[in-house]
């Protein structure tokens, strides 16, 4: 089936090129020009593992172009709207980008289209496309308009894509329902050349759910938002370990082994970030509140996500006593693993938080670099974790990338002016470091530091209360 994808961020490339791969002819088109010459010269605008060569191979079998918005509204029968929604400053979505889109097809398409919103939006996006596309048209079009939320993340956005859990789908009509199933069958079969893995892993073919474009689009959101709470909660319930000396990753484990909870995201760390929780978060509270909901809840995951880096701050602060002058690497820069992408990064709050105190900060990521540079100038940028670390007062790890378990600790030691490793995504292994003679902090995990109350949580702690009954006992 003829298939246009406009706008190529992470979804918009993701989609045209998985699509491509499974069997559709894709256009693919992007308004910033300079990005668009790029990518018809196959330069990639971001690091997504597998994706440079997904779209090398589709381009070659004639099955991908990228080309401009008006070829793209005129060439494809299914039209994909990946356009960004980023946050305004109230912290609503900015739908300009998807209204821009709609008043297009309105002017330029006849005949049938099938508009199908793939950017997170917020509820009832849906109904106001279809008033705008009727409103607007002039050129006799037959359109329906669906939902179809994106659940990929930056860093496995191709494997996700291809071998997702769910495929939700919103529709108002059993003809579009059809033509997506159509679209999506080689997926929901799990039937085409994976570039991913040599042999899939066996998993539950994923589920095609139908239903309405309102609760579509309210999935996006309250997953998202889902995921973001149970990442603050086990993040308070790392303070509680910090405070009463448990361990976290216990805790964690112990929660996880109940189905009902799962396993997943419930890693402490320094917050969450990039360019989907925080902005979904806000976007939805926006939402309900508009709907005369108190959505306070998400107001809390919120607020402590924010408090995650004066937290982490803190450990280092008590351990460096003064930070003006401090030598500090920061490993990762990353919003995680496998992805140059620093929006929202917790790494950039962290590096400014360390800068304004007067600390001197080297940093190193294997491929977020350049995108932090414009973050964070006054950062001294290193080609590996060592260069960072030498003549360092301490290492702080802020991504989780897997190349720093591969570290030669005892070179780093070395290097270091004192070995002090405070980590805040609890990647490395306490009894390890230590071996190697460090003195390694991380996240609501036993070290001698944890027990001490933390001021930076003073309004975030129950008033008051008894004080933790371990600390009565002597030790
Ligand atoms: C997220 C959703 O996972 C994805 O389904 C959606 O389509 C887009 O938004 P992404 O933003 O790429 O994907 O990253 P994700 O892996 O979800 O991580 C988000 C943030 O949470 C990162 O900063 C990560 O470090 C943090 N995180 C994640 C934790 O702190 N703890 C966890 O247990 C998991």
């Not at 256009?27 to 971001?46: N, R, W």
């Not at 980590?423 to 230590?434: S, Y």
Request: hydrophobic share 40%; proline share 6%.
């Amino acid at each position: 089936m003829k298939t246009s994808v406009i706008g190529a961020g992470y979804v918009g490339l993701t989609t045209a090129a998985c699509l491509a791969q499974i069997g559709h002819a894709v256009f693919c088109s992007e308004s910033d020009t300079d990005k668009l010459s790029k990518l018809q010269a196959g330069i990639m605008p971001v690091f997504e593992p597998h994706l440079e060569n997904v779209i090398a191979l589709a381009r070659k079998s004639g099955r991908l172009t990228f080309g401009a918005t008006e070829e793209a509204i005129e060439g494809g029968q299914a039209i994909f709207i990946c356009v960004g929604t980023p946050p305004l400053g109230n912290g609503d979505a900015d739908l300009s980008a998807i209204e821009g889109v709609a008043r297009a097809i309105a002017k330029k398409a006849s005949g049938y289209r099938l508009v199908i919103e793939k950017s997170t939006v917020p509820v009832q996006t849906g109904v106001q496309l279809r008033k705008h596309l009727s409103v607007h048209s002039n050129r006799g079009l037959d359109c329906d308009v669906a939902s179809n939320p994106e659940f990929l993340r930056e860093g496995s956005a191709v494997e996700d894509f291809l071998h997702p859990d769910r495929i939700v789908v919103g529709v108002e009509s059993g003809r579009a329902a059809k033509l997506l199933q159509e679209i999506y069958q080689p997926i929901i079969n799990q039937t085409f050349a994976c570039p991913v893995h040599s042999r899939c892993p066996s998993r539950t073919p994923p589920r095609f759910l139908l239903t309405d474009t309102n609760s579509s689009e309210l999935i996006k959101h309250a997953s998202n938002s889902f995921l973001a709470m149970k990442i603050s909660f086990i993040n308070m319930v790392a303070n509680l370990c910090e405070m009463v000396g448990a361990d976290v990753t216990k805790v964690a484990e112990g929660m996880g082994l109940d189905p009902r909870i799962g396993p997943a995201f419930l890693n402490p760390g320094i917050g969450f970030g990039g360019f989907c929780f925080p902005k979904d978060v806000q976007a939805f509270i926006r939402i309900a509140e508009k709907s005369a909901c108190d959505f306070g809840l998400l107001r809390e995951v919120e607020k402590i996500n924010q408090h995650r880096i004066s937290h982490f701050v803190s450990k280092v602060r008590e351990e460096l006593w003064v930070m003006r002058g401090k030598k500090i690497a920061l490993w990762g820069l990353a919003f995680k693993p496998n992805t140059d992408d620093v929006r929202f990064a917790p790494s950039i709050a962290l590096g400014r938080s360390l800068l304004d105190e007067g600390a001197l900060v080297s940093a190193y990521d294997p491929q977020a670099t350049e995108k932090a540079r414009a973050a964070l100038p006054d950062v001294h940028y290193c080609a590996d974790p060592y260069e960072a670390a030498q003549n360092a007062d301490a290492i702080l790890i802020a991504t989780e990338w897997e190349e720093f378990q591969q570290i030669d600790w005892d070179r780093l030691k070395k290097l270091m002016e004192r070995p002090l490793i405070v980590d805040g995504r609890n990647m490395l292994d306490p009894a390890d470091l230590t071996a190697h003679g460090f003195h390694y902090i991380s996240i609501g995990r036993p070290t001698a530091l944890s027990r001490k109350s933390d001021p930076a949580n003073d309004d975030l702690q129950p008033s008051a209360g008894p004080k933790p009954i371990l600390q009565d006992f002597p030790a």
